[in-house]
Each structure stands twice: as structure tokens, then as C-alpha cells.
């Protein structure tokens, strides 16, 4: 039986990633999916990806298994820590295809799809497709490996395991294929679990079981989780810390407790605020961010949230890209609102740009704004990355 390497103390990096970049071809032009997407997945721990549908959560997972398609341009680092720590591998530079990465998709980071149905193939069994991976990667042994698998089965509460897994997909309800789906990403005990919104498909009681098989995992062996969710009810149970994505780029991260309490960000705010509470009148409406996340095709150099943001400065969110700033300790955010400095530059360049006279400052808008989102264009400049991490008060 082949021996998994022991698991990293907790709280050791396992894997970072580094100004990641996908741009992809549509027929309007080139989108930038993912923009500068920075993070840092430590054993034992696990992160939460959350931001609306089309803010490029997926698109960062899949890239750090290089599982895009050939056609999607991408550049950044990953960069995967051996055991020891001293050794690391870039997966960035590993061919999409090539045999390197295949050795650790699966074994050292696994990941659970949003689509259940797309990551089976209709033609072989449940069972045959979650051995194939334990006998690639755990023994060679058929009988034991068969073990392996209706135990993880029945571990993710798939009853009757041991016939079901002699079943083919479309036997499978889209409930049970989520959870046949996370028993084939645990079955190898991976270093990293990429998880997708793996709930999505469950009612609230398998839910709840598969999310508390996936901390004991996580205790057990101390794996770095990414979970990517919409649920920020599931964020707060799950996660130590959150990334919050818009317009692919992480507008916020800041540990879970941080960012209920203290959220920086309008956008991060607007989430919030959008959870339904308990004691909440019937008459009372759930907040609603207005708009809808733009296409990230010819992005002017301005805040992805601008035409959305109610407390939107104008001459600077519409002049620039906010760069990540340190507000406290492990507490970041892309916002004008945050950053006097960039305000205060945002500024000048908007003067120089535009000839006004100088003078003007900018309204440190602790109220929201009263006429609403902008829904103009701006000025364009050449884009920028995020840029490194300023340190500034909030
Ligand atoms: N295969 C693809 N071909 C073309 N565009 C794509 C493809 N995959 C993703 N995109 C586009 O890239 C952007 C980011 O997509 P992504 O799937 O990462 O979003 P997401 O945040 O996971 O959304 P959701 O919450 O709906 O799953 C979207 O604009 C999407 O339309
Ligand atoms: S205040 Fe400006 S920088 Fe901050 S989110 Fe709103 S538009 Fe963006
Ligand atoms: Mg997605």
C-alpha cells in the first residue's frame, strides 16, 4: 500500500497563489475572468471564495489544477509546498496535460465539482470511477481498494453503499453524484480540497452531515480546504478566513469573524446585508445590490464596482484601480474608501488627465451617497494589477 506523506502541521502554507490571470476568448472581445486573484491555503484550515455568480470563483479553482481549457490564457504562480517545505513546485508551469500535474490532481489536491453530472462519465460505474483514483494513488490492491471506497460512500451518507457502487450516474439522484463526488475527492486524502459549492445540490440535513465530514477530514488530516460558496451562512460555519471576489479580482479577505463584524468593502457590506435574520417582519425587504456584475471585457482603469457602489467617489473610483491595502492585521481591501494615499493620487492623476485645477479633495464618504450608483463610463487608462499590500488605517 502506498504510504501518503504525513500531514503538515496546522497552519503551515501548502499552497499559494499569486497574481493568477485567466483571460478567455468571447465573441465581444477578451474577458479577464480572473484579475490578480492572491491567496494563501494553509493546512487545517480553510478559506472561504465567496462573491456573486460570474465573479470568477470557479475559473480561480480550476486554474490551480490547470484545468482550463488550451484556448484560456493564464499567468501567475501556484505554488504547491512539499511536505518538508524546503521543495516546491510551480503547477503554473506544469503542462496542462503533461503527467506532473496528473499526479497531483486527485492525490495532493483534489477538487469537488459545481456540476456534479459533468465530472462522471455516464459509461463506467460510480464505484469504478472512485476506485480509479484510490488505485492510482493509495494501492494496488482491488479488493481493499473497493473497501476504501464504499466506506467513503457510506461516510458521505450514501445508503446502501454497497450495491450503489456497482451503479452507473444516471442511478444516481443530483444529490447522491454530489455526494458520490465528494467521496472520490476525499477517497485520496488530499493535501488540498478544492471545494465548488459542494452543497449547493444537497437538502439541509445531508448538507449539514457532509459538511461536518469534511471538518473531521480536515482534522484528521489536516487539509487546506478553498471552499467556494454563495452561502455566507455555510462561510461562517465553515471558514477560519474569507476572500470576497468581484469582477475576478478579491476585493476583501479578512478572517471570518473580521469580516461579519467589521466589513470594509460597499460590496462586502452589500453581501452582508443581504442575508435574511432571524426577527426580520415580513414587510421588511431583503437588501438587494442594485446592477449586475459587469463583463470584464476593455476594462477601464477605474473600481470594477464603481457603477454599482453607493458611496462611489467620484473624479477617483472612476479614475483608477483601488490597490490592496492593509486596514489591520491579516484585514485587506481594494477601496478608495480605505487608502488615503491612492485617494489622494487617484486624484492628481484624474487633474493631470483632465486639466482641472487643482485643490479639490476627496469626500471620505463615511455615508452613502444619496443619488445612487453611477451608470456612466470613465476615463480609461492602461489597467493595472492590484499592486503589493499597503498598510494604512481603516
Ligand atoms: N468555458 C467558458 N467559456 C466562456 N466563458 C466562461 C467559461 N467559463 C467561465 N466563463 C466566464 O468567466 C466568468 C467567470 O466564470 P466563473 O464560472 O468562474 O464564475 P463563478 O464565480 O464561479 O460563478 P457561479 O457562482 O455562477 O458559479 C463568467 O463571466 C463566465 O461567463
Ligand atoms: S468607494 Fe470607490 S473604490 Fe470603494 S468600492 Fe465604491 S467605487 Fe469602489
Ligand atoms: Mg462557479
Known sequence: MT???????????????????????????????????????????????????????????????????KQFEESGRVTLHETSQEDQIDLMELRRDGAAIRSVRGRRVAMIFQEPMSAFSPLYTIGNQIMEAILLH?????????????????????????????????????????????????????????ADEPTTA????????VLELMRELQQEFGMAILFITHDLAVVAEMCDEVAVMYL?????????REIFKHPKHPYTKGLLRSI?????????????IEGTVPQAID???MCGFADR????IDGVCDTARPRRVEVSPEHEVSCFLHDEDGTRDALAAGHESTGDEPGATAPRADEPRTDGPRTDGAAAESPGSQGPVERTRS
Do not use: W
Open 3 to 69: 504510504v501518503l506523506p504525513s500531514a503538515p502541521a496546522p497552519g503551515t502554507t501548502v499552497l499559494e497563489a499569486e497574481d493568477l490571470r485567466v483571460q478567455l476568448p468571447t465573441e465581444n472581445g477578451v474577458l479577464t475572468a480572473v484579475d490578480g486573484v492572491t491567496f494563501t491555503l494553509q493546512a487545517g484550515r480553510t478559506l472561504g471564495l465567496v462573491g456573486e455568480s460570474g465573479s470568477g470563483k470557479s475559473l480561480t479553482a480550476k486554474t490551480l489544477l490547470r484545468l482550463n481549457p
Open 138 to 194: 493509495r494501492t494496488s490492491d482491488r479488493v481493499e481498494a473497493r473497501e476504501i471506497c464504499v466506506g467513503m460512500m457510506q461516510r458521505v451518507g450514501i445508503a446502501d453503499a454497497e450495491r450503489r457502487v456497482d451503479q452507473y450516474p444516471h442511478e444516481f439522484s443530483g444529490g447522491m453524484l454530489q455526494r458520490a463526488l465528494i467521496a472520490m475527492a476525499l477517497s485520496c486524502e488530499p493535501e488540498v480540497l478544492i
Open 202 to 209: 444537497l437538502d439541509v440535513t445531508i448538507q449539514a452531515q
Open 248 to 256: 475576478g479580482r478579491i476585493v476583501e479577505r479578512a478572517p471570518v
Open 276 to 288: 435574511p435574520r432571524i426577527g426580520m417582519g415580513r414587510q421588511e425587504r431583503l437588501y438587494a
Open 299 to 301: 476594462m477601464p482603469p
Open 309 to 312: 457602489c453607493t458611496m462611489r
